[in-house]
C-alpha cells in the first residue's frame, strides 16, 4: 500500500502525530454539523464552531508520535462515542465509537498541518435548514465507506492495531462520562440554528 502522510498536532503543539497512508481511497472527507461534535468544542472552553471538519478513516493509520501522555477522553453522555482530546491545551483531535473491532476514527481536520491536501468533503451531515430541522447531503456513502473499510479490518485482524483500545478491547484510558449539567454547559455554547 502506499499513500501519503498527514501530520496533526494539538494547538500547543505538544501532541503530535500522523496518519500514515491516506491515499484518497483510505478515508472519507466529511463536515459534520451535529451538536455533539460541536460540543465536543464548547466542553473544552473553545468557540463553537458551527461545523467540524472530520476526516473518517481506520484507527490503524493513526500514530501518536510525541506528547502521548496529553491524551484524554470523555464522552458527552452515557451513551455517547469516545471523545478524544489533547488535555495539556484541550483540544479536541479525534473521535471513535465505543467498540474496538468498529474501527473507525473521527480526526479533526482543524488539527492537520495541511488540510489542503484533502479531496473536498464528499458529505455533510445535520446541516441546519431554514425551519430548524437538519438534512444530511451523501451521507450514504460515507456510511458504505466506513463499514467498507471496517469489514477489511476485521478480516485480516487488524483491528487490534491502535492507539485507542487494549488488545482486550476496551479504551486505552478510562473515558470520563460528562455529568449532566457538563452536558448541558457544553450545549449551551452550541448556536442554534447554526
Ligand atoms: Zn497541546
Ligand atoms: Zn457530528
Redesign the pocket.
Known amino acids: 500500500m502506499s499513500g501519503e502522510t498527514l501530520a496533526f498536532a494539538c494547538r500547543c503543539g505538544s501532541l503530535r502525530g500522523e496518519i500514515t497512508d491516506v491515499s484518497p481511497a483510505a478515508y472519507t472527507n466529511i463536515l459534520?454539523?451535529?451538536a455533539?461534535?460541536?460540543s465536543a468544542y464548547t466542553h473544552l472552553g473553545l468557540a463553537d464552531p458551527e461545523k467540524?471538519g472530520?476526516l473518517q478513516t481506520t484507527q490503524d493509520r493513526i500514530k501518536i508520535t510525541e506528547g502521548g501522555e496529553a491524551l484524554q477522553v470523555f464522552r458527552l453522555s452515557g451513551r455517547g462515542a469516545l471523545r478524544w482530546y489533547a488535555s495539556c491545551c484541550d483540544t479536541p483531535l479525534f473521535y471513535t465509537p465505543l467498540k474496538a473491532r468498529a474501527v473507525h476514527v473521527g480526526v479533526n481536520t482543524d488539527r492537520l498541518d495541511t488540510p489542503d491536501a484533502l479531496t473536498p468533503p464528499m458529505s455533510e451531515?445535520?446541516i441546519p435548514t431554514a425551519d430548524g430541522k437538519t438534512r444530511h447531503k451523501g451521507v450514504g456513502r460515507m456510511v458504505t465507506r466506513m463499514v467498507t473499510r471496517m469489514a477489511a479490518k476485521n478480516l485480516n485482524g487488524e483491528w487490534r492495531d491502535t492507539p485507542f483500545f487494549d488488545d482486550s478491547g476496551a479504551p486505552a484510558l478510562p473515558p470520563q462520562v460528562l455529568t449532566r449539567e457538563e452536558r448541558a454547559a457544553a450545549l449551551m455554547g452550541v448556536r442554534k440554528g447554526a
Do not use: L, Q, S
Open positions: 459534520c454539523h451535529c455533539d461534535c460541536r467540524v472530520i451531515a445535520y
